[in-house]
């Protein structure tokens, strides 16, 4: 098996000699050598070991808005990063090129925790995303890396499928102070034949993240024309949300492009997303988004007591602001829910690649 190991404990042991990976429902079990479905997490010397610890594809200073975080610290630049491996089969998947690698070799560039805290301190960042393949398959990484990061006053963002077993759910999202959370649809029909995974166990995550964190959370759907679009659906995952974690929870409809497996499915209408975010609405959410097309209305933060516009984008751009330096509309003074600063950022829509090989001689204490 090629790549360091780097030790793990959600894992058990099974009676036919066997080790069984415990990170999330997949519940891989392998013999010496093998590997689980997300390929880096595997069996050697007779144990699971992570083996794309502290190795990424790159890195890249995003917009926040971009992950896509409305509600967090707005217009504030993030340090986002990703790894390789999955542990979920999307025939759709749209960073298929990462999440569903067999090729260490992708993994190029090499950051310590430490590394990655100081850049993103001395960059600007308010915050790193664990993002572009879910970090729970990098769970230990992730951990570190946030672990650091607080120290250093940087916040964590987790963008992931939710799909992670209990205990390590606990432990993961301690360490988080943001997460997107992909509902991929709401049948489990949908989640077993074109993601190769089940429905409750992601619906667990968001109840839990909702309910018993702090961890401030909003929730992407990508809408697949045929599939998961339909009004009856929408309805229907709208009215769940609303019930089970409150209306204040922000859901952004993407459009899908083709890609990976299925290329023969046209990209999404934007009708579609609008009708979409128009049935969650009259569902009673507050902050329903469009998103992967140009559509400011769509992409506009209205006050849910006045209906007055407080935050206006253009894509990932700020437009106008509305809110009162502690959260409100400056209209009629209600709060906006949300992780909010005085002023918002002035990131704009850049992305900026990051090369910490050279960047990270001249950090500083």
């Known amino acids: 098996m090629n790549g360091e190991a780097f030790p793990t404990h959600y894992w058990s042991r099974c009676a036919d000699g066997r080790v069984q990976c415990d990170l999330c429902p997949r519940a891989c079990k392998l013999r010496e050598g093998q590997r689980g479905l997300c390929f880096v997490r595997g069996c050697k010397n007779g144990e699971v070991v992570l083996l794309s610890y502290g190795r990424s594809s790159g890195f890249c200073i995003?917009?926040?808005?971009?992950?896509?975080?409305?509600?967090?610290?707005?217009?504030?630049?993030?340090?986002?990063?990703?790894?390789?491996?999955?542990?979920?089969?999307?025939?759709?998947?749209?960073?298929?090129?990462?999440?569903?690698?067999?090729?260490?070799?992708?993994?190029?560039?090499?950051?310590?925790?430490?590394?990655?805290?100081?850049?993103?301190?001395?960059?600007?960042?308010?915050?790193?995303?664990?993002?572009?393949?879910?970090?729970?398959?990098?769970?230990?990484?992730?951990i570190d890396v946030a672990r650091v990061a607080r120290k250093a006053g940087i916040k964590s963002i987790a963008v992931t499928a939710g799909y992670i077993s209990a205990q390590p759910r606990a432990e993961f999202f301690a360490h988080m102070d943001a997460a997107n959370v992909d509902l991929k649809a709401f049948k489990e029909d949908f989640y077993y034949h074109l993601t190769g995974g089940h429905l409750q166990p992601v619906l667990d995550t968001l109840e839990y993240l909702a309910n018993e964190t702090k961890v401030w959370l909003e929730i992407t759907t990508l809408l697949i024309p045929g599939k998961n679009d339909s009004s009856p659906e929408i309805e229907a995952m709208?009215?769940?949300?609303?019930?089970?974690?409150?209306?204040?929870?922000?859901?952004?409809?993407?459009?899908?492009?083709?890609?990976?497996?299925?290329?023969?499915?046209?990209?999404?209408?934007?009708?579609?997303?609008?009708?979409?975010?128009?049935?969650?609405?009259?569902?009673?959410?507050h902050y329903v988004y469009t998103g992967n097309i140009h559509d400011t209305v769509g992409g506009t933060t209205l006050c849910h007591h006045c209906g007055n516009p407080l935050i206006v984008r253009d894509w990932y751009v700020l437009k106008d602001w509305n809110l009162d330096a502690a959260g409100a509309c400056v209209h009629c003074g209600t709060p906006c829910a949300g992780v909010f600063e005085a002023e918002p950022g002035r990131w704009g829509a850049r992305?900026?690649?990051?090369?910490l090989d050279t960047f990270a001689g001249h950090l500083g204490s």
């Open 62 to 142: 995003d917009p926040v808005e971009k992950k896509p975080l409305n509600h967090f610290l707005p217009g504030t630049p993030v340090l986002s990063f990703g790894t390789a491996g999955c542990n979920l089969a999307c025939k759709f998947c749209q960073n298929w090129d990462m999440s569903k690698s067999r090729e260490m070799d992708i993994l190029a560039d090499r950051a310590s925790p430490e590394t990655l805290a100081q850049a993103a301190r001395e960059l600007g960042c308010r915050s790193i995303a664990f993002t572009y393949n879910d970090p729970v398959v990098f769970l230990e990484y992730a």
């Open 238 to 285: 709208s009215a769940w949300i609303m019930d089970k974690l409150g209306p204040d929870v922000p859901l952004h409809f993407t459009a899908f492009h083709p890609d990976w497996k299925m290329r023969d499915i046209p990209s999404t209408p934007p009708q579609s997303l609008k009708r979409a975010r128009d049935i969650a609405m009259r569902n009673g959410l």
């Open 351 to 355: 992305r900026q690649p990051v090369y």
